[in-house]
């Protein structure tokens, strides 16, 4: 054999380096996904709050522009489904039927709504919500201007 070829280290140094590539190369994966739960769970809580936040009205210069939505969140639940659960809880209790009734319909609001006014509309069965401005109402999901609204509502309680 040659010595010559036995003392030539020049290939040594391109080993090392794939060694260290290769290394690196699986370090930036094993980050990755620990990583990218993380990254999809915030980049679902980023896309939610954009969606939220176009359904806010804007503030410009003291003057409120109103949203270009003209639907909220339906909970899909109507009156008298709230009363039905109301009654499952308190049988026979017509004022504890409707105070049960009522939080379900609370915790049911859009955002941007309340049920401070507790209403229901008797063409759809459903209840309203009123916009937190006092400007807009929300029957099932359909937003309608307070002034345009053609209905007769009925106090929804006791």
Do not use: C
């Amino acid at each position: 054999m040659n010595a010559t070829f036995l003392n030539d280290e020049a290939g040594a140094v391109t080993v090392d380096w794939v060694v260290l590539t290769a290394a690196l190369v699986g370090l930036g994966l094993a980050v990755m996904g620990v990583v990218s739960g993380g990254i999809e769970d915030l980049s679902t809580d980023v896309s939610a709050a954009l969606e939220d936040e176009s359904k806010f009205s804007e503030q410009f210069g003291g003057m409120t522009l109103a949203s270009a939505s003209n639907t909220t969140v339906f909970s899909g639940r109507t009156a008298s489904d709230y009363v039905a659960y109301g009654q499952s809880l308190a049988p026979g209790n017509n004022g504890a039927v409707y105070y049960h009734a009522q939080q379900a319909a609370i915790s049911d609001a859009p955002d941007g709504y309340n049920f401070d006014n507790p209403l229901s509309d008797p063409d759809s069965g459903n209840v309203i919500y009123t916009s937190n401005d006092g400007q807009n109402y929300s029957i099932g999901g359909n937003v309608v201007s307070v002034d345009s609204y053609a209905g007769s509502a009925n106090y929804f309680g006791a």
